[in-house]
T-cell receptor, first 114, second 113 residues
Framework: GAGVSQSPRYKVAKRGQDVALRCDPI?????LFWYQQALGQGPEFLTY????????KSGLPSDRFFAERPEGSVSTLKIQRTQQEDSAVYLC????????????FGPGTRLTVL | AQSVTQLDSQVPVFEEAPVELRCNYS??????LFWYVQYPNQGLQLLLK??????LVKGINGFEAEFNKSQTSFHLRKPSVHISDTAEYFC???????????FGKGTMLLVSP
């Protein structure tokens, strides 16, 4: 079956622009995670959904970052008024059941803010 | 709070040689441990995981790792590497009662002929 997909794969934004990054998890997966991976670093947790409920958003770096998953499937990560420090790869992952330990990752969206 | 330390940012090795990628973690609670591989411009793929039971865990592509609780380590090993193993490898930890992963900074494995 299809894995986790993300779009766009690459995004270039001018500083101050708003961007929206999309994640399509594996069908039926309950849990969805967003991570930010800066150049040369490991992924860092941003936020976590269980179905449509956002259970943890402690990793969001500022109030310019907002994530939603209104119908419990597709999720969107929105960044308002982008800054150069927002340049990174944004990874989405999903897992099948509550407490399931394996997360399946998408290919990521590489965001470059000029 | 959890943390993961990958001591080597790069590990160069010749093809068919053995390799060990080191990972140490800190956590105050029971943990699960993972190794992921990331090829260029791709997402992360799970190599192996330790949840409980035998401390020696075998994964895909001939990799294995050993959980050592006393040394808080989970080093990744392969007895004979291939050119195709060239990639970034990430160690990650997860509290048994929590959902998110904490990753190390990664180790770039460079295999040359």
């Amino acid at each position: 079956g299809a894995g986790v997909s993300q779009s766009p794969r690459y995004k270039v934004a001018k500083r101050g622009q708003d961007v929206a990054l999309r994640c399509d998890p594996i069908s039926g997966h309950v849990s969805l995670f967003w991570y930010q991976q800066a150049l040369g670093q490991g992924p860092e947790f941003l936020t976590y959904f269980q179905n449509e409920a956002q259970l943890d958003k402690s990793g969001l770096p500022s109030d310019r970052f907002f994530a939603e998953r209104p119908e419990g499937s597709v999720s969107t990560l929105k960044i308002q008024r982008t800054q150069q420090e927002d340049s990174a790869v944004y990874l989405c992952a999903s897992s099948g059941r509550t407490g399931d330990n394996e997360q399946f990752f998408g290919p990521g969206t590489r965001l470059t803010v000029l | 709070a959890q943390s993961v330390t990958q001591l080597d940012s790069q590990v160069p090795v010749f093809e068919e040689a053995p390799v060990e990628l080191r990972c140490n973690y800190s956590s105050s609670v029971s943990v699960y441990l993972f190794w992921y591989v990331q090829y260029p411009n791709q997402g992360l793929q799970l190599l192996l995981k330790y949840l409980s039971g035998s401390t020696l865990v075998k994964g895909i592509n001939g990799f294995e790792a050993e959980f050592n609780k006393s040394q808080t380590s989970f080093h990744l090993r392969k007895p004979s590497v291939h050119i195709s193993d060239t990639a970034e490898y990430f160690c990650a930890v997860k509290d048994s009662g929590y959902s998110t992963l904490t990753f190390g900074k990664g180790t770039m494995l460079l295999v040359s002929p």
